[in-house]
């Protein structure tokens, strides 16, 4: 998978490698009945609908017992979303709205816990494999959100033999990416 995922990017950047690259390791893997872990095997059946929204429980005590935690969360959750936006800026020489950037982050979390979910950030290897992707603009995280959406609908059981090794090379090259290595040199001669 990290081949053809290197291999295909230097061959032709637009076409959707990576995706094509991940679908072929998974396919590879089931096909050959190799003893890998997929995302079905090591997380169980995978959604394949949203829960109905329902607002939590609300009680004084809960509000107390829970209002440390969200602070603390809400914060973590702040700062990592600036810091991934300012990392995008860098990669496509824009400029982020800090403002929106966090009621948008709110937002997204208060629609989350109406459906049992998690708090929800800006994730830096996400944004970075979105923009390597050719995602420049918000456009390309809601195109983001509704593709996962979608797949979770109409993919689940599809989804869940995605093979985990073929997900740790897309996380590899992420990380490489995010490395930045064509500023290696400018970085050692301290520019």
Known sequence: TLVMIVVLRRIAPRFPG????????????VLMSLPVDTLGSRFGELPSRLPWPQLPEFSLSR???????????????????????????????????????????????????????????????????????????PIAGIVHATVILLVMLFAAPLASYLA???????LVVTAWNMTEPHKWGSYVRGR
């Open 18 to 29: 990576l995706i094509v690259a991940v679908g072929v390791g998974s396919a590879l893997v």
């Open 63 to 137: 509000v107390v017992e829970l209002l440390p935690s969200a602070f603390v969360i809400a914060f973590l959750a702040g700062v990592e979303s600036l810091l991934s936006a300012m990392v995008a800026d860098k990669m496509i020489e824009g400029s982020h709205r800090p403002n929106a950037e966090l009621t948008a982050q709110g937002a997204a979390n208060i629609a989350s816990a109406l459906f049992t979910g998690l708090p929800a950030t800006g994730a830096i290897a996400r944004t970075a494999t979105n923009i390597k992707a050719g995602g420049k603009t």
């Open 164 to 170: 985990m090794p073929t997900l740790a090379a897309l």
